[in-house]
């Protein structure tokens, strides 16, 4: 499976502190995507890295991927109140002419206590 | 607001009852989605369309009846179903199924309650 996998499940952290986020996958990506969801919402796009990125940034979200290991990062700095939700990532997967499909982790549930 | 929109927000429903669920997307997008996200598991995809036709069948049961009448329009006919299949569906659009282009949009989804 490509399934990306998320680490930690939860994560609860002071407002101001950073937050770090994993996910790890099995096989090899054209790009892997972070999403977040606020509490029964859909999920929003955050940040997309190609396969020949290591680093991305957006605003106070940072990402690094690191495909000799298989395994990407969201970093969120400064955390604030409004960030508590649950972050996913995706990996796409080839499924033939062309087209390319995307696979969810279970996400990790970030909690960020004023 | 992210440009997809999905009706209705909440529903209950018999198992006997027959139901939609509407999605609409408003971004010139040619691939939607749909996902069933239940508590505890990985966000599922069920249904894939690609410029109206269907491209992906994650062996959803048949009680489950995609339509794509445009590419701006997707519904989902429920029939006949199981309290198992209470959860949230959300629907996704996409520019395309290319590389570096399935970047999708999630409509806000709809909360299923099966009695």
């Known amino acids: 499976s490509q399934q990306g996998e998320e680490d930690p499940q939860a994560l609860s952290i002071q407002e101001g502190e950073n937050a770090t986020m994993n996910c790890s996958y099995k096989?090899?990506?054209?790009?892997l995507q972070w999403y977040r969801q606020n509490s029964g919402r859909g999920l929003v796009h955050l940040i997309l890295i190609r396969s020949n990125e290591r680093e991305k940034h957006s605003g106070r979200l940072r990402v690094t991927l690191d495909t000799s290991k298989k395994s990407s990062s969201l970093l969120i700095t400064a955390s604030r109140a409004a960030d508590t939700a649950s972050y996913f990532c995706a990996t796409d997967k080839y499924s033939g002419a062309g087209s390319y499909q995307l696979t969810f982790g279970k996400g990790t549930k970030l909690s960020v206590i004023p | 607001e992210t440009g997809v929109t999905q009706t209705p927000r909440h529903l209950v429903m018999g198992m006997t009852n027959k139901k939609s669920l509407k999605c609409e997307q408003h971004l010139g997008h040619n691939a939607m989605y749909w996902y069933k996200q239940s508590a505890k598991k990985p966000l599922e995809l069920m249904f894939v369309?690609?410029?109206?036709?269907?491209?992906e069948n994650n062996s959803v049961p048949s009680r489950f009846s995609p339509e794509c009448p445009n590419s701006s329009h997707l519904f989902l006919h429920l029939h006949t179903l199981q309290p198992e299949d209470s959860a949230l569906y959300l629907c996704?659009?996409?520019?395309?199924?290319?590389?570096?282009?399935?970047?999708?949009?999630f409509g806000p989804g709809t909360r299923l309650t099966v009695l």
């Open positions: 096989t090899s990506i054209n790009n």
């Open positions: 369309y690609s410029l109206e036709e269907r491209v």
């Open positions: 996704a659009s996409s520019q395309d199924l290319g590389g570096g282009r399935n970047e999708q949009f």
